[in-house]
């Protein structure tokens, strides 16, 4: 991104203050944007130039004038350059990271507080405890602070790395220039300081000679100093070699002052010496009795990690009532292979565009882990969408049984769909004029668009070819068909709309009628329509009736409306008015007189308080349960051995579920077929959230930009990243990596147990939560 010229950020707008949190984001969206210059008329926020990482390796100055708040700088970046005209308030470089900071002034208390990287150039004096419980990565440079004037009380408390260069040309007391107890608890780092000094924590460290290679450093590096603070002229006062004294932490030795004896030797020289090999048990036991480290790896560790890589189902994919693995298809995005994660939802749904991009509620990203964080879950409907692109898939030679399917609904595709891909010869036989069941008829184009659906059948069509439209069936030719075909699948959905009796009941029109007329072009609904009902179908029934020219559109109910998501916000902006609790007594020619007087004008009311099934055409072999529906067992097949039955006709769901139900059938038929026993549902368990680390992940996203951005978000929960993090952070190297050979799993962690101390930094770590620890089995 090209830069953009400097950019100046107010603290104050129309004479208020503004929030800490709010001037942040103003400098974050001024580095998307390309600004790497900014000034910053602060009034005492906090946290100014910290975390700016958006820039990538471009640099970034910051400079601040006004006042500045606390923690000015913290979490800075090797990126940043920040420049406080004045003084600086508590912590300013708090967990600094990287960035280059420079007070021209005093600074307060807490200067570079457990600072890993950077430095702070301070042209006052410091206030207490400064430089502490800093840290130093061998791979980085160490972290540096330089001050011209004196620091206060505590300095260099549990420092633990770094530089420290005190000048003392502006000494808050004659006598300490370091202050009140510096340097306790040090155990790393060295300071370098000019002027009287009336104690330090001898316990912790101690004077040093400056070597010829430390001044060489020293005096390099002073002048850079003044020059960044504008103070060139003391250049000569802080030049003399002999002004200056070097503290360095005492080493673990050091400290310690005496020999102590080992366990080891005390075990050898005094225990068993006394008492004989293996001490007071010797005589009853050969147990090994040899010494044993504080730290311990193989059997005698307390507790072990294993690496559990897709031993438990994403919560995504857990959620998803078709079973499609949402969380691999996110991680084939991740490592550039879009084609193959549009393609891999065919092996799962039919309707990879139509469903997941549009139509289904996406409980899979309800599920999504990163909630759990408040962050937004990943959004699949991207990679919905994008799967309008899948090809057509290659099938196998028809080889399999012959399978009847009754209904070309969502349900009807997905088992014929996927028998197809099973090598089976399935037929699809419906009464309507098109394949899509109700996506096709009755819901709104506003919801899905014509081209996505029809790109999808015609798909579906390259694959199904034998589809019989407009064929009405009887329970005899049903029961004749048996004799036709080795399994018949019922997928009729729930074509019977539920009636209210009640006066006036011919008046009213049914819901999918209504948007059956709607979708065609002949619905005339009038300027004011009443719905019974304010479900999601009801919601898409005002949201058709306002398109056809409905002024005034009113959902009533007899309870709180059940519609939600899409559906409910689009019947909201369309304008219609939802109402109860409401009774209705009767449909008159002015509209719905309900039990308390009221009246409600209406052109046209419609009906939509659901839908039920009409199992009539079904033979007397399949059992019909209390409720209406059909009698299945969970892989779908009915008290009728050659008979199956999915989707509505078993029980309302989503359309997702419908298909997800086609696809357990068509495997079960398919084993059956095969002489095998059916599989069932995945037996894994869901892996608990708890187990997932999102520290990696940017909180402050609100939405995802592309797929690629949610691919490189998503967490993979419970699937292996392949991102290292584990073998990196593990301190004694124990973790490998090794290739399989296997095409469906490539890789594999290892743990090598003659170095693992079961430290479970590897669980701790892992995004995906792949890791865990168990406690080691106990030595017999």
């Not at 366990?263 to 006394?274: I, P």
């Not at 393609?343 to 990203?365: K, R, S």
Request: charged letters at 25%; hydrophobic letters at 35%.
């Amino acid at each position: 991104m090209k830069s953009k010229t400097k950019l100046t950020i107010h603290g104050k707008e129309e004479g208020t203050r503004i929030a800490s949190r709010d001037l942040e984001e103003k400098i974050q969206k001024a580095i998307a944007k390309g600004y790497r210059q900014i000034e910053v008329d602060a009034l005492g926020q906090h946290g100014i130039g910290g975390r700016l990482h958006g820039a990538g390796d471009e640099k970034v100055t910051v400079r601040i004038t006004g006042t500045c708040g606390q923690r000015t700088g913290s979490m800075g970046f090797p990126n940043t350059t920040i420049e406080i005209m004045g003084a600086a308030s508590d912590d300013i470089g708090w967990l600094n990271a990287g960035a280059e900071i420079i007070v021209h002034g005093n600074a307060s208390n807490g200067a570079a507080n457990a600072m890993a990287q950077g430095r702070i150039s301070v042209g006052g004096n410091l206030g207490a405890r400064g430089m502490t419980m800093t840290k130093e990565n061998p791979r980085f440079e160490p972290p540096e602070l330089w001050v011209l004037g004196s620091t206060g009380d505590y300095f260099g408390e549990f420092m633990a790395g770094g530089t420290a260069v005190v000048c003392g040309c502006q000494p808050q007391n004659e006598e300490n220039v370091l202050g009140y107890r510096p340097l306790v608890g040090m155990v790393g780092g060295r300071v370098f300081f000019r002027g009287p000094i009336k104690g330090y924590s001898q316990g912790d460290a101690r004077m040093a000679p400056i070597t010829d290679e430390d001044w060489e450093w020293l005096s390099a590096n002073l002048k850079s100093f003044l020059t960044r603070i504008g103070r060139d002229e003391v250049t000569t006062k802080l030049a003399r070699r002999e002004d200056w004294q070097l503290l360095v932490a005492r080493s673990p030795q050091d400290k310690m002052g005496r020999s102590i004896r080992s366990m080891d030797s005390f075990r050898r020289e005094v225990w068993d010496r006394e008492l004989g090999e293996g001490g007071l048990i010797g005589d009853l036991t050969d147990l090994d009795m040899s010494h044993i480290p504080v730290i311990t790896t193989g059997d005698l560790r307390r507790f072990v990690p294993v690496w559990e890589n897709q031993k438990y189902v994403a919560p995504c994919q857990g959620a998803c009532p078709s079973g499609i693995p949402v969380q691999e298809r996110w991680g084939l995005v991740r490592n550039g292979l879009v084609d193959e994660a549009v393609e891999l939802a065919l092996h799962y749904t039919p309707f990879p565009a139509t469903v997941c991009g549009y139509l289904c509620p996406n409980p899979c990203m309800a599920a999504c882990t990163k909630q759990s964080a408040f962050m937004p879950s990943i959004d699949i409907k991207q990679l919905g969408k994008a799967s309008i692109l899948a090809k057509v898939p290659q099938v196998p030679e028809v080889s399999g049984r012959k399978v009847a399917v009754i209904g070309g609904g969502p349900a009807g595709i997905s088992v014929a769909w996927q028998l197809r891909m099973g090598g089976h010869d399935p037929v699809v036989f419906d009464t309507a004029p098109t394949l899509g069941g109700k996506i096709a008829a009755v819901i709104p184009e506003s919801r899905i668009p014509k081209e996505v659906l029809d790109a999808e059948l015609s798909r579906i069509s390259e694959i199904l070819p034998q589809v019989h439209l407009q064929q009405p069936l009887t329970a005899v030719e049903l029961d004749r068909m048996k004799g036709d075909h080795d399994f018949i699948v019922i997928a009729a959905g729930a074509q019977k709309p539920r009636m209210l009796d009640i006066p006036g009941k011919e008046r009213l029109i049914t819901g999918n009628v209504f948007l059956a007329d709607a979708k065609s072009g002949v619905a005339k609904p009038g300027k004011r329509v009443v719905i019974i009902g304010a479900g999601n179908s009801a919601c898409d029934a005002a949201t058709e009736a306002v398109r056809c020219g409905a002024e005034e559109v009113t959902l009533i109910d007899i309870q709180a409306p059940a519609a939600f998501g899409e559906e409910k916000d689009a019947a909201e902006k369309a304008g219609a008015q939802f109402k109860w609790p409401c009774f209705t007594r009767e449909i008159t020619g002015n509209g719905v007189l309900l039990d308390d007087g009221e009246l409600l004008g209406a052109d046209t009311v419609i009906l939509s308080i659901g839908d039920m099934a009409d199992p009539d055409f079904l033979p007397r072999s399949v059992a019909i349960a209390p409720n209406g529906y059909v009698s299945v067992d969970e892989n779908g097949q009915t008290t009728d051995p050659s008979i199956f039955a999915i989707g509505d006709i078993t029980g309302l769901g989503l359309i997702t579920d419908a298909i997800g139900g086609g696809r357990r059938t068509a495997e079960t038929i398919d084993a059956i077929s095969k002489g095998k026993r059916p599989a069932g549902r995945d037996p894994r368990k869901v892996i608990a959230k708890e187990r997932m680390n999102l520290a990696y992940f940017d909180p402050r996203l609100s939405v995802y930009e592309d797929i690629q951005k949610c691919g490189s978000e998503c967490s993979s929960c419970g699937s292996c990243r392949d991102c290292g993090i584990c073998a990196t952070l593990c301190p004694k190297e124990a973790i490998e990596r090794r290739e399989t050979g296997n095409p469906t799993s490539p890789f594999e962690y290892v743990v090598k147990t003659d170095r693992c101390i079961g430290c479970g930094f590897c669980a701790d770590a892992c995004p995906c939560g792949v890791w865990t620890l168990i406690t080691n089995t106990p030595m017999g």
